[in-house]
């Protein structure tokens, strides 16, 4: 089917242009031109959708229960708040999964991203025995994101000690197996793409990153990993490998140009360094990052060298993009007593560096998948803000309220009020 969608303006990083249309065949964008026949979408701009690309569905069911210290642990902090993520993940089945799984990636669609990448670590029982079908659990977080109608990046991760039994798989080659069979289940499924992980350096040795990272590698798959996200982690790490968290996965093979490094927030200039070497990415999480006492990310150092960026709600205490991206930079404003801090060069704001974390692109073109965003222009929000400053009035003066539709593969799949509405 073809369809030209006419909204008032078209939004890129650097601004907005109006007199377009965007056709859209098959899923994918094939023409972005002047226009005046299709559906008109007034006072609305069309922006890509944003990516989701760090994500625990099931801990969305802490929110606002975690906001408070217990008597047993007046010091609260990440290691107390992950005993309260335990006990959640030690109630999961498959059907709540799946239920949880998909009102939280509804929220997302409504807050204006339209994909998400799952790091997914609940696998077996709760005795740690696997189920019947040993992907039951990563099936039901797939199944939920089709029912939501999110585009879906599913990274079956890899535990090995620490934690709770139902994260832990036997041997690295029964994780792999694992992973087999769900990139096979997953050709049946337009909308769910299939990865994998290593979930930290703590819980998996060096043994195994080094299978996980040739396994990568081998079939050009996305491959991620929490690192550098607490100092005791590395710690930990200098004791056993004598070496730091990202030198440690440099060593081992894993880094490339496919993976991804969740958090990085205490990355030193060498571990930068070694990500930049290898074209590895950092996916920052700053809201909660900010939630659980982490600290920020290296912003500067990660601009400078180049590093590619993405954004993850991971936690889920809140699901917005925008609040996310301003984080980056705000954080960056307190830090240095400036502003207008993270400029990449040849430009003269923080905005588009910022916008392609969020969107994966810096705007819509010719060939992309129709995974669109529809921003309201007639919000209190954006409201008198000029073409040309819209990208920053939502970087920094706008949140997920201005979206009020979502367009995956060319399908409406949230519209505010409902589908006609
Ligand atoms: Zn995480």
Request: charged share 25%; proline share 6%.
């Amino acid at each position: 089917m073809r369809q030209t969608l006419l909204p008032d303006l078209v939004l890129d990083a650097h601004g907005a242009r109006s007199g377009l249309g965007i056709t859209i065949e098959d899923g994918r964008i094939v023409e972005i031109s002047p226009a005046t026949d299709g559906e008109r979408l007034p006072g609305r701009a069309l922006a890509p959708g944003f990516v989701n690309d760090h994500s625990h569905a099931f801990q969305r069911g802490l929110r606002g229960t975690v906001e408070r210290i217990s008597p047993s642990s007046p010091e609260d902090d990440f290691w107390t708040w992950r005993e309260r993520m335990y006990e959640l993940a030690c109630e999961l089945t498959p059907e709540s999964t799946r239920e949880v799984s998909r009102r939280c990636y509804e929220e997302m669609l409504c807050a204006g991203y339209t994909g998400v990448t799952e790091f997914h670590y609940v696998h077996h029982c709760p005795d740690g025995i696997p189920y019947e079908d040993p992907s039951a659990l990563a099936k039901a977080a797939a199944l939920a994101a089709e029912d939501a109608g999110i585009r879906l990046l599913l990274l079956p991760v890899a535990y090995a000690r620490g934690g709770v039994p139902r994260f832990r798989d036997a041997s690295v080659e029964a994780f792999l197996r694992r992973v087999d069979t769900l990139r096979e289940w997953s050709e049946g499924h337009p909308l769910v793409e299939v990865g994998l992980a290593a979930h930290s350096v703590r819980a998996v040795p060096r043994g195994w990153l080094e299978e996980i990272g040739g396994y990568a590698r081998r079939d050009d798959l996305p491959v991620h990993i929490h690192a550098d996200e607490q100092p005791r982690e590395i710690e930990e790490c200098l004791a056993e490998h004598g070496v730091r968290p990202v030198e440690l996965l440099a060593q081992t093979g894993f880094l490339g140009p496919r993976t991804t490094i969740i958090h990085a927030t205490h990355a030193d200039a060498g571990e930068l360094d070694l990500l930049s070497e290898h074209g590895a990415s950092v996916c920052a999480c700053p809201t909660t990052e900010g939630n659980l006492g982490d600290g920020f990310l290296p912003a500067g150092g990660i601009l400078d060298r180049g590093i590619r960026l993405s954004v993850g709600s991971d936690s889920h205490v809140r699901i917005d993009p925008f609040e996310e991206l301003r984080e980056i930079e705000t954080n960056a404003r307190r830090l240095s007593g400036r502003r207008n801090v993270l400029v990449n060069e040849g430009e003269t704001s923080p905005t588009p560096w910022l916008l392609r974390a969020g969107w994966d692109r810096g705007g819509l073109e010719t060939g992309d998948t129709a995974d669109l965003i529809e921003i309201d222009l007639s919000h209190p929000a954006l409201v008198d803000v000029e073409a040309g400053d819209l990208p920053s009035a939502l970087v920094f003066g706008a949140g997920s309220e201005v979206v009020v539709g979502a367009w995956v593969s060319g399908r409406r799949v949230y519209a505010r009020g409902g589908k006609d509405g």
